[in-house]
């Protein structure tokens, strides 16, 4: 995007980690517009103070791209488990606050990076309602349940975000990236599963430049809006299975986020 010569807003948790980013990618592309602003989908009181100070700063939003992921044990300030508060709820949040500014700017666009893994999730939610989590229990193996839930979360998301646009001229889309060299395994601790990663890493798993094209392609590819709320890997169309696209999910998952976050 930055070479593009888009003003690009990093939207990142850690301060340093961000600016650096920034900073970096300001010295490849000779583009000074990458900026940093600090966001911690962790807290739906930053999110909503990160969104007030974009709106009032920043003029256009032509593309939203969600890209959190973690699988971390814990919960939020707000007390929903991790994974939920930032995989899910957290984009949530944010998309719906932004959603004006998209429509404003309309063709616009709304990417939400979700996983292969949310082919293996399904959404319990006597388990959300009850224990304002994904999944029970915080072994490794649970905490890969509550991830592949959350990433289902981002394909129902968009599901029933795109129904809710039609006539807007802003469309979204969800992807999986591959499985990209990164840190989001980063606070798995069980030595088996920390072997079978690193073997996944070493064999299979991509660079970050490779992993982000599937969401260039949905954010960039002309004549894909008709294809709004759909899921795409590897920079194709692919047919999600029924739960990830059943009507009644997704419009009950939306309504149960609204809760979480105060907007009813």
Same mark, same amino acid.
């Given at each position: 995007m930055a070479v593009r010569g888009a003003r690009v807003i990093l939207a990142c948790r850690s301060k340093q980690r961000g600016e650096e980013a920034a900073r970096e990618l300001r010295m490849e592309t000779g583009n000074e517009s990458v900026i940093f602003m600090q966001l911690d989908l962790g807290s739906q009181k930053n999110i909503r103070s990160f969104a007030e100070n974009f709106l009032k700063a920043e003029s256009r939003l032509d593309l939203l791209i969600n890209n959190a992921a973690l699988?971390?044990?814990?919960?939020?300030?707000?007390? /929903?488990?991790?994974?939920?508060?930032?995989?899910?709820?957290?984009?949530? *949040?944010? &998309?719906?606050? +932004?959603?004006? =500014? $998209?429509?404003?700017?309309?063709?616009?666009?709304?990417?939400?990076?979700?996983?292969?893994?949310?082919?293996?999730?399904?959404?319990?939610?006597?388990?959300?309602?009850?224990?304002?989590?994904?999944?029970?229990?915080?072994?490794?193996?649970? /905490?890969?349940?509550?991830?592949?839930?959350?990433?289902?979360?981002?394909? *129902?998301? &968009?599901?029933? +975000?795109?129904? =809710? $646009?039609?006539?807007?001229?802003?469309?979204?889309?969800?992807?999986?990236?591959?499985?990209?060299?990164?840190?989001?395994?980063?606070?798995?601790?069980?030595?088996?599963?920390?072997?079978?990663?690193?073997?996944?890493?070493?064999?299979?798993?991509?660079?970050?430049?490779?992993?982000?094209?599937?969401?260039?392609?949905?954010?960039?590819q002309e004549d894909i809006e008709h294809l709004s709320g759909r899921y795409f890997s590897d920079c194709q169309l692919v047919q999600v299975k029924p739960e990830a696209r059943d009507d009644g999910i997704a419009k009950k998952l939306w309504d149960v986020s609204e809760k979480f976050c105060g907007m009813i």
């Open positions: 699988a971390t044990p814990g919960r939020t300030e707000d007390g /929903l488990g991790m994974i939920l508060g930032v995989n899910h709820i957290g984009p949530f *949040l944010l &998309t719906n606050l +932004l959603l004006e =500014r $998209l429509k404003e700017c309309a063709p616009s666009r709304v990417i939400n990076v979700s996983s292969c893994g949310h082919d293996l999730g399904t959404i319990d939610f006597e388990c959300i309602n009850t224990h304002k989590r994904l999944a029970l229990g915080s072994s490794d193996a649970d /905490l890969f349940r509550a991830y592949t839930h959350s990433k289902l979360c981002n394909v *129902l998301f &968009t599901h029933e +975000l795109a129904k =809710r $646009l039609e006539g807007t001229k802003v469309t979204c889309y969800s992807l999986h990236p591959g499985s990209v060299r990164s840190e989001l395994g980063r606070d798995i601790s069980e030595w088996h599963t920390r072997i079978i990663k690193a073997i996944v890493s070493k064999f299979w798993a991509t660079d970050p430049v490779s992993g982000a094209q599937t969401t260039l392609y949905c954010a960039l």
